[in-house]
């Protein structure tokens, strides 16, 4: 079972928190520690043996920690996701495997597409796939018909793999922190479109992908994680696209893998990640 | 400043620890723990913001960790080395210039050669270098010449830094856990002599390097670090044996740094480092 | 169009090859030669615009090299396989999902297991799958079955996607350098079962997957690819096997990518690949 | 023997090329050769056994080939270079092994610093130190002065390891193309100052150094390769940097081998590497 923890940080923290495990009875198996001293923040992560009665405990933790902390017991135990997707098909499809073998670790809730491409794929899996266009409506529409069909499944995390729709702030801020991006780049390099049109031009001799949460700003949200692969001059642009395929779907189950496992947390735009 | 903690594992452990750092007002920056469950053991690295009586605490903490517990507050903050060379410059070289830059975080004391080719980059550095030949000696004898070398500088750890000499179990037990060695494979793969050239003839794809603590088996000490690099067709013999020195040199030098940090601990033939 | 040539070297054979092809009329886009010195080999890759008479160019080519040479032009330009398999999903679902999606660069003819597991996800790509029990039968038998299955379909390459059943000397000469195996570790560590296992007590630091042809010595035969992804302690055996999988599907793929664009050549119990 | 070939392309090039040299009776141990479809140009690296009659062979290959080719038969077999420092020690001191073990692949002329801190380890080596200080001068001024001490030794290659001001366009044009900086970070991220408090910020996962030629644009010119090194939330400011220098200096060795074995061809601000 996990215990996270984020919160202010002070003397005696780790003492205090191991003291309620230790008083309830529990064992640590593994404890992962960070503080930021120039923030002056506490992170952890501890996984113990097995926990019972996870609200007196959340509750004990409370009152030892100071306030406004975060804690959370056995934090969402079966994830839901919702998987928005375009026309690509390599995150999707790998997405939709893992689900399919119970290796995701998290439940796919449906997948929805602004293109009617993938709904085959997805069909497959017997995990139901909507249609909603943006053609012809204004992005308020179109984001407005997103929340309506996202809504009912109330998911944990939306996992935009390769969605080419520009999403609003306040879509954004409607699902704060709970959107992941696979970005075709290793940012901050190509920023924007086209990046591997701009590597190509560049030059460039390894080529990454980036999984992030989607804040306000286009591509500036939290790295999550980052994945490279070395190409050279022979490469052709469409070698580039294709070598970045593989490195995005890494990327982002790398990721998902990562924030399902409650490994993530966030705070200035950056994220303390216990792999 | 550093703690590092090696225990049986005990319900109450890290609640026991930290009740002992936060009672002396001690706050902790960073905390790396393990628990191997099946061995039932504990391992902790604690960096705490600075310690006065250090003494002290580590009897405090004693009082309360299991019997028989290694604890160490501030364990060596000066490393003391010895390096043992034969005749390629690149392990050498790389540790000198650290060593001549502060940035080693340890103390040449002084580097044995076999053969006295290394004694003119050795010298350039000012660093003490003694010549003890192997040939037409008894291995009891070489080794008792080192031995006599070796101790008056009382060193926290040997490098074999491409040190072509098998050592005996006796001289091995003599500095059990401080030998650090760098094999030229990616153990277990191509154990023994001419790794390169039984890879050159197996056509790998990537070739390894493996930095070791030696123990009484050959090459098959307690690994701290690995670092590969990729091969292909058009490598010779000779370039694979270039390219593998590059490997070699990145791989000791990062061994190195994670010893004297007190990152690595050792059991089961198995080492637990907290990078 | 591609054009594949394996031969002895001799001097004036680039010459004599690019001659033939100029006169033709046809532009080298690419061209990629190596030469084994001491085993006085030469293999060529060349990519060319366009070619209409085939069979023209290949006699050409033909007269102009040693006896003995292999040469194909535009070699199998639609490969076909088969695919073997046992119970672990990881590799086949990849790719049966490239092979959906036109991106495989050869067509699955079916899929064989040795068990009823993976029929399912098979089905769902409406792939052919057959099911050929090992149990209470000989080996003979069990492969005299299997070949009774794959020769109607005629297929270029035998894919062994985590196939856990060793193959007689005899079937592997029926398919010589046809069979791609994925091995859970990279070789030549850790040869044999449990290969992760063995890993995990041996505390390495890297773990490996190498995509090789199979012949008849047991993880012994040429090696087309090699993948690692780095691990540590905290890495229970079954971490040690995810992430294992990961790294499997990775250079399996990539190893059919490789030979189905004909860039790989064998000969000593090695390969030359021109990626 | 090395030639190297750069020009426009055409049908029947390798043809033309590989018959001059079967001609004069050599044989072609390998040829690494590249097109570039969409800007027509021609690239080929091509290793002979041996070659008596030089300037013979590079006028018979002029011959056959379009006007305006770049064409060298065993260019500039002994490199020699000028090495540009600041303070920072590590490029140089790995610079200054390599030269002292004949491993460079090319000959260190001089030092030049424009701070008197690295004149200590250049000393030992026995090469020649130069200091130009550029305080209470203006840009003109100091880079004349380098021109200067540069001059005498007429260098082929002019290398900045960590060499800290920025070069004028007119410096740049003196020695286009000759001149190899590295720059700390994956460019194009975190162009300017800064690249590691810039990456520390944006909290990234991974990060990178770029070898590349200057050109007149900062931070823009053809990159020769690039590295890796993964970091995380752990990472201090100061080890951000201290982990980017042992990139730094690896990848600054390895675009130094590949430039100084002629491996490396610039067209458009793009580089062509046959590794």
Redesign the interface.
Known sequence: MVIVIQCK????????I??V??KA???????????D?EENKFFARIVVDSISNQQDIERALEQVLPPLSIVKVNPLPEKKIVVLVTKE?HCL??IL?RN??K?LGANIECVIGNHIDLQN?TD??NVPFHLVEHENKSRVDFEAELIQVIRPYNPDYLILAKFMRILSPEFISAFMLKIINIHHS?????VGANPYRQAF??????I?ATAHFVTNDLDEG???????IPV???FTLTDLV?AGR?NET?AL?KAMQLVFEDRVFVYN?????F?
């Open positions: 940080d002070s003397v005696g923290l780790v003492a205090a191991s003291g495990l230790a009875g529990y064992n640590i198996i593994s404890m992962r520690e960070h503080v001293v098909y499809s790998d495997t399919h073998f290796t794929i497959r899996f290793f940012l901050p390099a190509f031009k560049r030059g460039v001799k390894i990454g939290p790295i999550i994680t980052q994945k490279i050279n001059h022979s294709r593989e890494a189950a735009n950056k994220t303390v990640v792999e």
